[in-house]
């Protein structure tokens, strides 16, 4: 019983305060004036590229990887945690590719030809 009211105590109070910390780091690492903002980290950018198809897509992966690997996923471990980090990373790179790299690209070829078509009715029409 003690257990289950320290579990609800920790989902009610620390996860809002971990989402309020991280957001402050973030706040902090994109500040110019603030310490986080001098340090690169290799990969990040291409972690924040691939976010949002993690967040899509890893649930479903841990699934997949069950079907071909079921004594890897029963075991757990380092070994999974690998195949979990490797299939989510190769996952989230082809929907990045195949689905929202091309859409993003006609998407901006759309906008392109809308901004000249609003272009050419605004020159076109006669001035009063």
Same mark, same amino acid.
């Given at each position: 019983?003690?257990?289950?009211k320290l579990h609800a105590f920790g989902d009610v109070f620390? +996860? $809002?305060i971990l989402s309020l910390a991280l957001g402050l780091l973030v706040a902090s690492a994109i500040s110019n004036n603030s310490?986080?903002?001098r340090f690169r980290v290799p990969g990040a950018g291409m972690i924040a590229t691939l976010a949002y198809s993690l967040y899509l897509t890893h649930k479903e992966v841990t699934h997949?990887?069950?079907? $071909? +690997?079921p004594r890897v996923t029963a075991i757990g471990g380092f070994a999974w945690l690998s195949l979990f980090a490797v299939s989510c990373l190769l996952m989230s790179l082809a929907l990045y590719f195949c689905v929202e790299q $091309? +859409?993003?690209l006609l998407r901006? *070829?759309?906008?392109?030809? *809308?901004d000249l078509s609003v272009e050419f009715e605004v020159a076109a029409e006669p001035a009063i």
């Open positions: 019983m003690v257990t289950s620390g +996860f $809002p310490i986080l903002s997949i990887d069950d079907v $071909p +690997f $091309p +859409f993003l901006d *070829r759309l906008l392109k030809t *809308r």
